[in-house]
């Protein structure tokens, strides 16, 4: 039996203290020579042993590629839910590097005299499903509510989950008995026995009778790999299994391979000359002939989808279609990726399928394979699979993902380099955030002002405006393209620029997700030292006469000032309060405080605190992490040209009805207006404010703001807009400019496939 696992090769190290940093040296070699894993076994009571937890904490940090397991952990001695919580920490500390053997016990008088509970067999097997049962509900942090686990050995009532590893860590079970082989197949993720403690037949016997429980659990038996724990001594000659020449070792453990489906080899050794033989003499051979030998029969070596990945599959998506350029890092439902793709920032979602490309050429792959899933409006099957492009999934629309469709994940195309120093010319990857732009630029001395959160992708903001915390001395970020490459419809890797498809360049800047895919931009930063930032907060009791005043005093400002404003949910019984963030370009404190100082007369402040800092200080604020984003969030946009005490008395009343929890004004104006309004598919260069408002009730959310405050709008700003009825589509875009894009959507892309972003098509 053969099961196409990629080979791999192990290395079995003695924990002893004696001296300390053996284990630690021995583990740093088998790095240098190539072994894939090193493990170490779990002996708690034994004096001369490190303990095994801190031992592979320290190999972890003194090393960089090579995976760390334990071979295997005393369960009787370890609490599942510290287990989890060890491993999946240890899992995120070291990259993805650990793995974990599970055993149910042995040496019982030792055990025993540690507190631990003394188990029969058919109790052992019982205890470890128990704890497995608790280690995977800890790790699995998509499940809502505490893990309860009512065991007879091991019990957890309302345990926190988390945190969630770096990868899936597999469990691999030592067994050798029948109910614990049986257990193997049914939740094991690999079979780790020693090959001295087997007879003949033993592995041949003991695969039979996981492969059997395994199916009848509804699983493939390749899902489960085989290692195996192997002594010897590589010699002149021959004097028993695995004792003799390398070429002996080789013929002995292809044959292990081929016929008894091992796919992992570990090697007990503690001597530096035998690790460093094996890998130089025995390791590749058995690697070359292996492959060989399976290249001939035809094996299957692709990874095995576990059964009950297969089973969340959508359907009427051919998954068997996915270009082999992508097949390796598609997230698909059931993985252990998927919990950690499917959501947006706001939006909760359940892809079919997410991809996620690492060049142009990947882009167009995942492109064509949604054309032939249906993803164009036109043509066959057309409109059947929603279809998403995501950067870094921020964006409020949420409408980087979807329900049962694709999603092209351009977050690996994240390089930032300087093109030309002297004209402070930039190369951006789409995949890139605008933290990481503003960090790798301030280096330099430069920036581009990018909204107001380090999270936010640059494909999507820098392909509808972006209003950010510089864009009255700057203008908007679209205003500093020079050039994009984008990925058309059919699957075209083109240039946009003033010179070069320049209709494709202005519709890039404004409306881009209706047009292609940007892979990445050339832009110009601006010389940025450090800038004055502030924080106020204001007693907006009064709030008509505040926000007028807010207005009239943004408007007066100098340009190097940008002001955004928030307002929250009323608290009963409190003032309402006006937060403020105000950037200043200037480093100057004198300076800064100058122009600070007409604001802080608005109105009573309640807080203040003013820095100076870098802006990426102040824009490289993303926590990192998943996005976890549920339902369909609830917005509405408005651009307005000024506010004056009418527009003012009508926004205070749209917050006195209270159907928002968040409220945003966001100064416009400055620089932004300096460009025509036809440069750009962003054409609303007159507007003063956008303004943003956050709710949970989509009909009361709309009625307030129909009423209130859209008769003030000259437009709305698509990124913050979440209504689907129809007039958001004019709101976004006047007359001449959505006739422009309809023009130019005909000719890049003639089957609307990219409808799912503000689509323009009428």
Known sequence: MDYGHELEFGVFITPTNRPPEQPVRLAQLAEQEGFDLATFQDHPYQPAFHDTWTLMSWIAASTARIRIAPNVLNVPLRQPAVVARSAASLDLLSGGRFEL?????????????????????????????????????????????????????????????????????PLHIGAYKPRMLRLTGRLGDGWL?????????????????????????????????RLLNIGGAIAERSTGRLQGPPDQWVEELVDLALTEGVGTFILAADEPTLMQRFMAEVAPAVREQVEAERAERGTDTSPAVPTAALAKRVEGLDYDAIPASLKATAVEPGSWQYPDAQHTYLRGGAPGVVLRPTSAAQVADALGYARSQGAALLGPGAGRVPLSIRSAGHGISGRSTNHGGIVVDVGALNRIDVVDAQRRLVRIGAGATWGEVATALDEHGWAITSGDYGGVGVGGLATAGGVGFLGREHGLTIDHIESIDVVLAGGDLVRASRDENPELFWGMRGAGANLGVAVAFEMIAQPVGEIGFAQLAFDASDTADFLARWGATTEASDRAVTPFLLLGRDQPGRSRIAQAMIAVDAADPETIVGHLQPFAMVAP???????????AGVIDNAPGGAHQGQGEPTTRSALLGSITPDVATALARFLDAGTHFFFQIRAMGGAIADVPADATAFAHRDAGFSVIAFGMDRTRLDAAWDTLVAPHASGLYLSFETDQRPGRLEDAFPPATLARLRALKAEVDPENLFRDNFNVVA
């Open 193 to 225: 026995p020693s090959l001295g403690y087997m007879q003949p037949g033993d592995l041949g016997r003991g695969n039979q009778t996981i492969d059997e429980a395994a199916a009848r659990a509804g699983r493939d038996p390749r899902e489960i790999r």
């Open 101 to 169: 053997g599970l055993g149910s016990g042995g040496f019982w008088d030792a055990i025993a005299a540690m507190g631990g509970e003394r188990l029969t067999p058919g109790q052992g097997v019982d205890a470890l499903a128990e704890a497995i049962a608790i280690i995977r509900g800890i790790w699995n942090t998509s499940e809502r509510g505490g893990l309860r686990v009512d065991g007879e050995h091991h019990r957890v009532a309302g345990a926190k989950r988390g945190p969630r590893p770096t990868h899936p860590i």
């Open 605 to 615: 402040l309640v807080q203040q605190q003013v820095v100076r800092t870098r802006y």
